[in-house]
């Protein structure tokens, strides 16, 4: 690099691309790819520190908390490549993200390369030309608050998730895990189930007809009977208890209603009631908005759509999109104005521009909400070539948000019309609404979704009603009685689930995506289409938080939390201080170490247990859940299990669900036929660890004594006798039985449907492909825990599918261990391929692996995330995903010298 140039250090590669275009010759733009380094793990810590504070925790509890990092292995990579360059640049200038996470790699950085030119902190919230030479022209120093309050935040996490998660570990199952935000988010989600559980429906019933007058009908729906207010679904609470005085219909009253009502044939309007509304548009999207409506109206997950968001951003197309305010620049203001004229004409927009101000109190993320960038917006139609079809949703979502963010307000009327049916002792009065807008205002460009209802009654009626008056008579048809049950509320979408969260403060919107991902990977929650569904674990996990870590997953305690980070990050907060009083406990706060060393007995029987009947109750075992079924005749008999379907939720297994279950015929033990070669029956059942096949011995039949017909003892051939034998002599081990030959079946197949060919060739497995002419070694094929795979020796190879099991010849399996165990074997098996990766210089090509479509460069593999469609990732998403990837880092494997204290920079007056 020539004399004279400046570095730039930005955190991502394709985001430096497009930087250093914008900058020209006299800047070279480098990537750290992410972080660089984070808290040590517990290998990475030397021995002489594993016996301190530091050996535990990665942090220097006894020494104001001073953290342990390491650099990854991709880190040091970075950093040496980083330190080259910087040796020629007379200036470097942090370009990292605007928000807390950004400040804090720019700080590692700092630490790191050890400058000793001129540093300044670059920021920016679009990446175009003129706001990237406005972020060269308008730098800052770095914020060394908003790196306490990420440091903080990482510190926090550490201790409470290694202090919490062992606890889980002894009393729940391996391999869990605790976390601030990821705890309270999973007990939101158990919380809702639970009140689903308890949720009574309630049954009603009502009667609906169509009213005409001459040719025009609408819908109308029974009001009052006799006067009084007829229920409806909002009138029951969750016990299925009414709230207010209103008549409940059975059926029967209902049918005696409709056909008198019918009989009747006609109805008179006895009133009219027109009121105007307004409509204001929403303000523009900051994160947590953008998620839940992506979720809504594009079925995406919230990591899906900050993925997506974030390519966008790279790419120059919209701003920053980790954000809490809902400001707008005034140049966008004007784009949008001035874009909403010229597609809907000067009414569209109201004389004033609109200023919308943040409900959060402590937006601080970046300086204005997600929108399309530059001075003049680019239209969905005029960008759909540059960009991938999701790419393109979402970049439409956010152009229709801002523009209508800026238009005028809707205005309409609601009429509504009360109709009075004459029976022969009463009066039955029917209503209906009918909304007509006046001015559709921003309704032109946009219009939110919304979450799902729990019954018809939420749901908007806008249907056109004809021009009517009081006193008018009109036709009633198609009378019909229709009964109705009230809804528990739904479960959490990820939508909905952003949104609590957002409500009750815990966590900040930039981690919600990340938040919502961990409880699935942890299998405490589960889709359910849109739906999150909790899991048996989950309920445990919470159970043992609530009754001994209270305090840690309160949502009031939680969002306190939030707020104490923003005030360390405002600067008005001690980061030590406040680790001391979370840590170590104050007046009226107990200290995570005191409740983890006052744990006293936790019953892990107990908590895995949840009461269903009198006689069955739940467990959580180690491959799941099952119902421990007793009998009350027989107390010590030793209980039976009965399996739970697995796709069964915790609201489904109610009382009567179990007996069902408990009562249905055991599901396997179906003989199948009897094997030729040695004549013993073959079954299948369906056991503790899933279906399989097993050959048997064949019950003799009974011999019988032709002349008495009594049944003769098998060993000793008398009549009615018992042997006496009593086996081998005094301290002679019997023979112990054989094992009987077992096999499981192929994930393809069902227990009810397997045929005995079938299971004659499982049983006969390992197949014998055939021997190696080179080696002379037997080749097999076999099924395993992880699949189906080839064995020669100690190598072996993974096969396809399970079927090649039966079907590889000898030429297939020598081709196969032909080829190099890694690399030209599996890049064969690409279902994309891409140019090479800007990082690594290797290819990169989309495979489908055991756990899923996953992108690789040969060094690094990136999993497709959910609700993404594989065949759709571009070179930009590969690199993308090879890029997040690699900013985790792999476990250290190498011990890295600690780091000394933090000496901040001075600041400037």
Known sequence: MAQGKKLVIVESPTKMR???????????????????????????????????????YSIDIENDFAPYYVESERGKKTVAELKRALKNADELLLATD????????????????KPKVPVKRMVFHEITKDAIRAAVDKTRDLDLDLVDAQETRRILDRLYGWDVSPVLWVKVQQGLSAGRVQSAATRLVVDRERERMAFVSASYWDV?????????????????????QVARGSDFDDQGALKKAVVVIDEVQARELADQIAAAGEASVTSLESKPGTRRPYAPFTTSTMQQEAGRKLSMSAKHAMSVAQRLYEKGFITYMRTDSTALSTQAVQAAREQAVQLYGPKSVPLNPRVYKSKSKNAQEAHEAIRPSGETFRTPSSVSGQLDRDELRLYDLIWKRTMASQMADATYETTTVTLAVALADRVAEFTASGTVYTFKGFLEAYEEGRDEKRSDADKADD????????????????????????????????????????????????????????????????????????????????????????????????????DDLDAIARGEQSRVDWLKEFYFGSEGHTGLRNIVENLGEIDARELNSTRVTDTATLRIGRYGPYLEVTDPEHPDAEPRRVNLPE??????????????????????????????????????????????????????????????????????GAAGKKSTTKGTAKGAKKDAAPKPRTASLFKSMSVDTVDLDTALQLLSLPRVVGTDPESGEQITAQNGRYGPYLKKGADSRTLDNEQLIFDITLDQALAIYAQPKYGARRASSALKEFENDPVSGKPIRLRDGRFGPYVT?????????????????????????????????????????????????????
């Open 208 to 228: 609906v007809a169509m009213a005409a007058k001459a040719n025009d009908a609408f819908s109308v729906q029974l009001a009052r009977i006799g006067g009084a």
């Open 98 to 113: 605007e928000d807390r996470e950004g400040e804090a790699i720019a700080w590692h950085l700092l630490e790191t390369l």
């Open 857 to 909: 460069d040969g060094e690094t593999n990136a999993t497709i995330p959910r609700g993404e469609d594989a065949m759709e990732v571009t070179f930009e998403r590969a690199v993308q995903l090879l890029a997040d990837k690699r900013a985790k880092g792999p476990a250290p494997k190498r011990t890295a010298r600690r780091t000394t204290a933090r000496k901040a920079p001075a600041k400037k007056s």
């Open 463 to 562: 249907q056109s009603l004809p021009q009517l008056a009081v006193g008018d008579t009109l036709a009633v048809r198609d009378v019909e009685p229709k009964g109705h049950a009230t809804n528990p509320k739904p479960r959490y979408t990820e939508a909905s689930l952003v949104k609590a969260l957002e409500e009750k403060g815990i966590g900040r919107p930039s981690t919600f995506a990340s938040i919502i991902d961990t409880i699935i990977d942890r299998g405490y929650v589960t889709k359910r289409g849109q739906a999150l569904v909790p899991s048996w674990i989950a309920f445990s996990v919470v159970r043992l938080l609530e009754q001994h870590f209270s305090e840690l997953v309160d949502y009031d305690f939680t969002a306190a939390l939030e």
């Open 18 to 56: 497009s930087i250093q275009g914008y900058l020209g010759d006299g800047y070279e733009v480098l990537s750290s790819v992410g972080h660089i380094r984070d808290l040590a793990d517990r290998k990475a810590i030397p021995a002489e520190l594993k016996k301190t504070s530091v050996g535990r």
């Open 647 to 716: 796709e069964m939720a915790p609201d489904e297994l109610t009382a009567e669900r179990a007996q069902e279950l408990i009562d249905a015929p055991v599901a396997g033990d179906r003989v199948l036929g009897e094997n030729p070669a040695d004549g013993k029956l073959v079954v299948v059942k369906d056991g503790r660890y899933g279906p399989y096949v097993q050959e048997v011995e064949p019950e003799e039949p009974a011999a019988v004594d032709e002349a008495t017909g009594e049944v003769l003892d098998a060993a000793t």
